[in-house]
């Protein structure tokens, strides 16, 4: 009989405004149990300086450039995590899946930043934790991310969905998991297919005092400015990357320079919805047997006009459902996601492969921090 964990999942996605924080209770292979998800607002200082010391960061030698900094804002992010699991009241013998904050990602240059010290919180809490996530994939070859559609898989199969089936992941960045007819871990086929929140939401953050576009009520009262959006499909449709994986920084915001805030959030919004709804018609077309259930999660699931317009701009033929339907709230798959990959990394079960993240073979992932 297999040994089922109590393992606590603490994810900080690219918008960097708090963490989500999921206990579950797993055998790390095909069983989960949900046992408690909170969310935790980061404070108005560690969200200010997350996101100033991203926008300063573009390349590895800035990481070097700005050690200081990011060696404070990490130790302060990571006191933070340390409240949370104050807070949540565990015995010690749980596990701590601890992503990080995200502050740069070039699997090019073999590289992906989370901000958070596995071995602080390791004394602070004194549990074992299991960190640094992305670090083994990416010396395998692949791209560090994404890292869900092994939990994609779990949830697929624990909750009877029928397959073929496509999770959309709307976090930050979006991505896609297609898990095929048969549920075959080896077969599963994911990768980042473009911006998610993150456009939206660093328009909004520099125009306004809001942090995103709730429920995208903005981006109702605007009108999408139609020249600004077709330069911006076309220059996007001609660039030369091919990536599994996106960090924030691969996108900006300069072209909708000149725009009213309204029309700003609208016309990044139609931008956002067009890159997401071509990409999932190219990937459901080019799957052999087809998908007709796509399974919205992530906190970009909520603006109601994004996935109104991706729905325009995908196939018809599509029946798209909240993963929530299934009893599973959305805002925490990626937070249960790592409270299950931590589990996996004791138990040297791989937590990457090659059609998700394009490593050489499945990875094993995770640094383990033992009292």
């Known amino acids: 009989m297999q040994k089922n964990w109590v393992s606590i999942g603490l994810m900080s996605g690219t918008s960097g405004d708090g963490v989500d924080a999921s206990v579950i209770r797993t055998d790390g292979i095909n069983q989960y149990e949900s046992i408690k998800d909170k969310y935790f607002e980061y404070s108005p200082n560690i969200y200010k300086d997350i996101h100033n010391l991203k926008e300063k960061i573009h390349k590895t030698q800035h990481l070097e450039a700005h050690k200081s900094e990011i060696n404070n804002l990490e130790r302060k992010i990571t006191l933070f995590h340390a409240e949370i699991i104050k807070e949540f009241n565990l015995s010690e013998d749980t596990l701590i899946g601890f992503h990080g904050q995200t502050i740069y990602h070039n699997p090019k240059e073999k590289i992906s930043k989370q901000l958070g010290n596995g071995k602080l919180l390791n ?14 994939d990416i010396l395998n070859g692949g791209e560090g991310a994404p890292l869900t559609p092994i939990f994609h898989h779990l949830i697929s199969l624990q ?17 896609i998991t297609i898990i095929k007819e048969g549920g075959n871990i080896s077969e599963l086929i994911s990768k980042d297919i473009g911006p998610g929140n993150c456009l ?49 920084n691969d996108f900006d915001i300069s072209f909708i320079r000149g725009l009213n805030f309204e029309d700003g959030v609208t016309t990044l919004t139609d931008f956002t919805a067009s890159i997401i709804g071509e990409e999932l018609f190219l990937s459901i077309k080019n799957s052999k047997k087809r998908i007709q259930n796509i399974l919205l999660c992530g906190g970009g699931r909520k603006n109601k006009i994004l996935i109104k317009k991706i729905k325009e701009y995908s196939t018809p033929k599509i029946n798209y459902k909240l993963v929530d339907d299934y009893k599973i709230n959305g805002d925490f798959v990626e937070s249960q996601a790592f409270a299950f990959l931590a589990v996996r990394s004791v138990l040297g079960l791989p937590i990457s492969f090659p059609n998700t993240t394009g490593c050489k073979k499945p990875c094993i992932g995770g640094d383990l921090i033992k009292n």
Not at 169 to 174: K, L
Not at 210 to 222: M, Q, V
Not at 236 to 248: E, P
Request: hydrophobic share 40%; net charge positive.
């Open 200 to 248: 939206i939401d660093t328009w909004v953050r520099k125009n306004s005092k809001e942090k995103f576009d709730r429920d995208g009520l903005i981006a109702a009262r605007g009108v999408r400015n139609e020249i600004i959006f077709e330069q911006a499909q076309e220059l996007y449709v001609n660039r030369n990357i091919k990536k599994n994986s996106f960090d924030i």
């Open 159 to 175: 909750h009877k969905i029928d397959l073929p089936v496509c999770f959309l992941n709307i976090g930050g960045i979006s991505n």
């Open 123 to 136: 004394q602070l809490t004194n549990m074992n934790v299991v960190y640094d996530f992305r670090k083994n």
